[in-house]
């Protein structure tokens, strides 16, 4: 599976600058994985130490949320758009 | 009764109304409940008085105390209008880049407006206040994002309303902002009817805190951890400002004026209700359109209106 991971501003130097990349993968974790894999300089930010998200971080499948999902489990298709963001207050 | 003593006695009891004629589900009712009919113009007036009542109830709140809260607006001016009745100062930590009118509101108040930098949104808000508050301790700090009288507010308030008003809901979509709102609501609907979904929108948090340094700089508030959100919530989705804006002029067409963020609330309940056969759906619109005029929201260029709604916080 290819699909499309936007990257946060905070994340954009590690991957030379990009906000979108390509990278292979059939579930959350795979996606992950594969992104850290190419751009090291994210490791650490997105995982904690025992493999969960980071908890200021959120991951979306299509505008959802992974948590609220199936969490690292959550299963993507070709064409899917994963949007990695810094959890953000209101109010 | 339509004489009260006090303005503040006008917050709460606000009317759900059936936008069902935008509902893309046939079968799927959608009703809106508007707290922009509280006094201050939001559903924050709701934590405001609450949070305030509790400070004076514990001793924390004396007569001419000074508060210091972070807000990107809402709060702030559900605040000011308490503080103004009750006659306590409140200094407001506001992320540069809000609407015009939310600074005017709290300048109507007499609140004092302390700046923090637009592009960390209101994180940097957040974490100004805290450091404020930390150098003043003399300074009451309610602070809304872990504040249980926030959430509170909507657990013997909100909730009981919409249960009342509306015993059939099936679902409870609103912004997730502090979190109050949909712990509180969320938590009193499933306690009565422990099938009711609750979904939480949000903006894409993207180019507003192009500030923040690193992820960590992220924050999840301390009441959506302590009210057990990710269980209580059964999903959370993204509304973009284009979806937001479209929904929230759809909204005229019965002739509600509601804030862009309400817009997004229906965007999620439009997308709730394509999901599933049949059930009613109960939004929280959150404020009225007052506060947005200044955006041109309704009658501008949508592409150039969508483009303005990038760089303002409307949550």
Same mark, same amino acid.
């Given at each position: 599976?290819?699909?499309?991971?936007?990257?946060?501003?905070?994340?954009?130097?590690?991957?030379?600058?990009?906000?979108?990349?390509?990278?292979?993968?059939?579930?959350?974790?795979? $996606?992950?994985?594969?992104?850290?894999?190419?751009?090291?300089?994210?490791?650490?930010?997105?995982?904690?130490?025992?493999?969960?998200?980071?908890?200021?971080?959120?991951?979306?499948?299509?505008?959802?949320?992974?948590?609220?999902?199936?969490?690292?489990?959550?299963?993507?298709?070709?064409?899917? $758009?994963?949007?990695?963001?810094?959890?953000?207050?209101?109010? | 009764?339509?004489?009260?003593?006090?303005?503040?006695?006008?917050?709460?009891?606000?009317?759900? &109304? =059936?936008?069902?004629?935008?509902?893309?589900?046939?079968?799927?009712?959608?009703?809106?409940? #508007?707290?922009?009919?509280?006094?201050?113009?939001?559903?924050?007036?709701?934590?405001?008085?609450?949070?305030?009542?509790?400070?004076?109830?514990?001793?924390?709140?004396?007569?001419?105390?000074?508060?210091?809260?972070?807000?990107?607006?809402?709060?702030?001016?559900?605040?000011?209008?308490?503080?103004?009745?009750?006659?306590?100062? #409140?200094?407001?930590?506001?992320?540069?880049?809000?609407?015009?009118?939310?600074?005017?509101?709290?300048?109507?108040?007499?609140?004092?407006?302390?700046?923090?930098?637009?592009?960390?949104?209101?994180?940097?808000? !957040?974490?100004?206040?805290?450091?404020?508050?930390?150098?003043?301790?003399?300074?009451?700090?309610?602070?809304?994002?872990?504040?249980?009288?926030?959430?509170?507010?909507?657990?013997?308030?909100?909730?009981?309303?919409?249960?009342?008003?509306?015993?059939?809901?099936?679902?409870?979509?609103?912004?997730?902002?502090?979190?109050?709102?949909?712990?509180? &609501?969320?938590?009193?609907?499933?306690?009565?009817?422990?099938? &009711?979904?609750?979904?939480? !929108?949000?903006?894409?948090?993207?180019?507003?805190? =192009?500030?923040?340094?690193?992820?960590?700089?992220?924050?999840?508030?301390?009441?959506?951890?302590?009210?057990?959100?990710?269980?209580?919530?059964?999903?959370?989705?993204?509304?973009?400002?284009?979806?937001?804006?479209?929904?929230?002029?759809?909204?005229?067409?019965?002739?509600?004026?509601?804030?862009?963020?309400?817009?997004?609330?229906?965007?999620?309940?439009?997308?709730?209700?394509?999901?599933?056969?049949?059930?009613?759906?109960?939004?929280?619109?959150?404020?009225?359109?007052?506060?947005?005029?200044?955006?041109?929201?309704?009658?501008?260029?949508?592409?150039?209106? !969508?483009?303005?709604?990038?760089?303002?916080?409307?949550?």
């Amino acid at each position: 599976m290819s699909v499309e991971v936007r990257l946060p501003t905070v994340l954009r130097p590690a991957a030379g600058g990009q906000s979108v990349v390509s990278v292979e993968g059939a579930t959350i974790a795979e $996606v992950l994985g594969s992104l850290q894999a190419r751009f090291p300089g994210v490791e650490g930010q997105l995982l904690t130490e025992d493999g969960s998200l980071h908890r200021f971080v959120n991951v979306y499948v299509n505008d959802d949320d992974v948590r609220y999902l199936d969490k690292l489990d959550t299963k993507v298709e070709d064409g899917d $758009v994963v949007s990695i963001l810094p959890a953000v207050a209101g109010g | 009764m339509a004489l009260y003593p006090s303005i503040l006695d006008l917050i709460g009891n606000t009317p759900l &109304v =059936d936008v069902s004629a935008l509902s893309p589900n046939p079968s799927v009712r959608i009703l809106v409940k #508007l707290e922009g009919q509280n006094p201050g113009g939001s559903v924050k007036d709701r934590p405001a008085l609450a949070m305030i009542e509790e400070a004076e109830k514990s001793g924390l709140l004396e007569p001419g105390s000074t508060l210091v809260e972070p807000s990107s607006g809402n709060t702030g001016i559900g605040l000011a209008m308490v503080c103004k009745v009750k006659g306590y100062h #409140l200094k407001v930590v506001l992320p540069a880049n809000v609407s015009t009118e939310r600074r005017q509101l709290l300048e109507v108040w007499g609140a004092e407006i302390i700046e923090s930098p637009g592009s960390e949104g209101s994180n940097g808000a !957040v974490r100004a206040a805290r450091a404020l508050a930390a150098e003043h301790p003399e300074w009451v700090f309610l602070y809304q994002y872990a504040n249980p009288a926030n959430p509170r507010a909507h657990y013997e308030g909100t909730g009981p309303e919409i249960l009342r008003d509306c015993p059939e809901v099936t679902h409870f979509i609103a912004g997730l902002g502090t979190s109050g709102t949909l712990i509180g &609501v969320g938590t009193y609907l499933k306690e009565h009817k422990p099938d &009711v979904q609750v979904w939480a !929108v949000e903006p894409p948090s993207g180019e507003l805190v =192009d500030g923040l340094r690193s992820l960590d700089d992220g924050y999840v508030p301390p009441i959506f951890t302590e009210g057990d959100g990710e269980h209580l919530l059964d999903r959370k989705t993204i509304v973009g400002p284009r979806d937001s804006i479209e929904w929230t002029r759809r909204l005229t067409e019965l002739g509600i004026f509601a804030g862009i963020s309400t817009g997004a609330a229906m965007a999620g309940a439009a997308k709730c209700a394509a999901s599933i056969d049949s059930g009613v759906v109960v939004i929280v619109s959150a404020d009225g359109g007052w506060k947005y005029l200044s955006t041109n929201a309704w009658t501008g260029d949508i592409d150039a209106v !969508v483009e303005r709604a990038k760089s303002i916080i409307y949550f």
